[in-house]
């Protein structure tokens, strides 16, 4: 049994992004391709997975209110999550994930598991002491979630479309005080 290569974890700069937001296309589409609900349907192409992070992630994060956390592997994106800490003068000690993506080829590594550890240390230092987070209500996520011992706050019926049929799927509302 070979071992799986090293990961490598850093928080991407807005120049990081820009010139590397071709890969973080790719790992989008692949990602949505596999039927992940992150908030995109058929048809999807890379190009829009580009236009994502640079119109809407590279905007949070050049001013400030989020952190682009990017694991690298073989070479590749292999996975990324988003820290939302852009909050209102009353949440100063919350935090969103949001993002947590893994593209199909580096899947059951422990990369989505290293990815949120990273997270919730960066808000932990950041002063943050809550984490909130949504996923597709019975996706792989959610168990993943509660392992790592995010709790449920309720569950919201029809709130997305799935990404390859036309009907409506239920997301998870989960929490974890660090």
């Not at 992150?38 to 994060?61: C, R, T």
């Not at 993943?144 to 479309?161: E, F, H, M, T």
Request: proline share 6%; hydrophobic share 45%; aromatic share 6%.
């Amino acid at each position: 049994m070979t071992a799986n290569p090293p990961v490598a974890i850093s928080a991407f700069t807005a120049r990081e992004i820009e010139d590397r937001a071709g890969e973080l296309g790719e790992l989008l589409t692949a990602c949505v391709l596999d039927g992940a609900s992150i908030g995109f349907i058929l048809p999807f192409a890379v190009a829009e997975g580009e236009a994502f992070w640079l119109n809407k992630v590279l905007p949070s994060v050049r001013s400030g209110g989020a952190t682009l956390l990017v694991a690298e592997a073989e070479g590749r994106i292999a996975g990324t999550v988003l820290l939302d800490h852009d909050t209102m003068p009353n949440q100063p000690h919350r935090a969103e994930a949001r993002k947590l993506l893994v593209h199909p080829d580096f899947r059951r590594r422990s990369i989505a598991r290293a990815l949120m550890a990273e997270l919730e240390g960066l808000a932990g230092r950041m002063g943050r002491s809550l984490i909130t987070l949504d996923t597709r209500t019975g996706d792989k996520a959610e168990p993943l979630y509660a392992s790592l011992g995010y709790q449920i706050a309720g569950i919201i019926p029809g709130y997305c479309r799935d990404t390859h049929e036309d009907r409506l799927d239920p997301t998870t509302i989960m929490y974890k005080a660090l």
